[in-house]
Nanobody, 122 residues
Framework: QVQLVEAGGGSVQAGDSLRLSCAASGRTFSSETMAWFRQTPGKEREFVAAISWSIRWLSYADSVKGRFSISRDNAKNTVYLQMNSLKPEDTAVYYC???????????????WGQGTQVTVSS
């Protein structure tokens, strides 16, 4: 069992930056692939970024490439999402997820956090 707790969301202006964090506890964190997804009301959950336990595999959604950066600190059991040049369309609830395989598909992640709201105004 893995417990995930996100933090760092908030309300910002377009062009600003935010850094989300996701603290994991429970089963060995360093063996898990970690990912960020986001969801807005009425829309399906959307993949944002993912990182393997070894940090050798990274994946980003096209919509965030060049602006967002995912990283992890296995010693701190924490994964981060650095979000730069934020746009109003980045507004969503952001969820952290953990799983045992390298994938961008949300259905293949085993554990989820409760989510943190990010609001970007123009």
């Amino acid at each position: 069992q893995v417990q995930l707790v996100e933090a760092g969301g908030g309300s910002v202006q377009a062009g600003d930056s935010l850094r989300l964090s996701c603290a994991a506890s429970g089963r060995t964190f360093s063996s898990e692939t970690m990912a960020w997804f986001r969801q807005t009301p009425g829309k399906e959950r959307e993949f944002v970024a993912a990182i393997s336990w070894s940090i050798r595999w990274l994946s980003y959604a096209d919509s965030v490439k060049g602006r967002f950066s995912i990283s992890r600190d296995n010693a701190k059991n924490t994964v981060y999402l650095q979000m730069n040049s934020l746009k109003p369309e980045d507004t969503a609830v952001y969820y952290c997820a953990a799983g045992s395989i390298r994938t961008t598909r949300g259905s293949q992640y085993d554990y989820w956090g409760q989510g943190t709201q990010v609001t970007v105004s123009s």
